[in-house]
């Protein structure tokens, strides 16, 4: 297909056919003469992408969701464990996703059930991690850093570790970022008795 500027990109027919992210989509599967219309039989216009000005960028974003089910940062927002960078990876993740759903073949082509679900289990997911974070960071931090009241003692274990830790009162949380094997643990420091 030729897009807009006269970049071209590689239209698997029979992938877009075959794909399950497309159900319901059926103003693009008319448009790419995926499924023929009750009305007359049409080719598929080769200047389809250039007619509606959608990019090789706009092509790259889409058949990525339709092939991979996300879209671009997704990874690193969920997957990278520095709160920090995994905040700002959050913020790119959700300015990327509101640019596709807003433009391109998303927008011209659409509407795609599927890719509409993925917007909606992003939001609810969003709003999970805002009522998460919160609290982790006031009542129940799961690192040292999140523990800002200094409410426990917090070491490191190792997992053959965990049952005598477990066993003398201190609390598993999570793994200590870029390792497998090395766990934050924690227990709450009694206030003294007057």
Request: hydrophobic share 30%; glycine share 4%.
């Amino acid at each position: 297909m030729t897009c807009t500027h006269n970049t071209n990109v590689i239209v698997n027919i029979n992938e877009l056919r075959n794909s399950s992210r497309l159900e319901g989509a059926y103003i693009f599967k008319r448009l790419m003469c995926i499924k023929e219309s009750e009305f007359k039989s049409q080719s598929l216009n080769k200047e389809l992408f250039k007619d509606f000005n959608i990019s090789e960028r706009d092509w790259m974003d889409f058949i990525g969701f339709v092939r991979n089910g996300r879209i671009k940062y997704e990874i690193a927002s969920n997957e990278i464990h520095n709160n920090d960078e995994r905040k700002n990876y959050q913020k790119l993740f959700i300015q990327y996703l509101d640019t596709v759903s807003n433009s391109g073949i998303f927008l011209k082509f659409g509407p795609f059930p599927v890719f509409d679900e993925y917007i909606e289990w992003v939001i609810t997911n969003q709003k999970n991690i805002k009522i998460n974070t919160k609290n982790e960071n006031s009542n129940n931090p799961m690192t040292p850093e999140q523990d800002k009241s200094k409410r426990y003692i917090w070491r490191t274990g190792f997992t053959n570790q965990m049952d005598e830790l477990t066993d003398n009162g201190w609390s598993l949380t999570t793994n200590v970022p870029g390792t497998s094997t090395t766990f934050y643990v924690r227990k709450l420091i009694i206030p003294e008795q007057s």
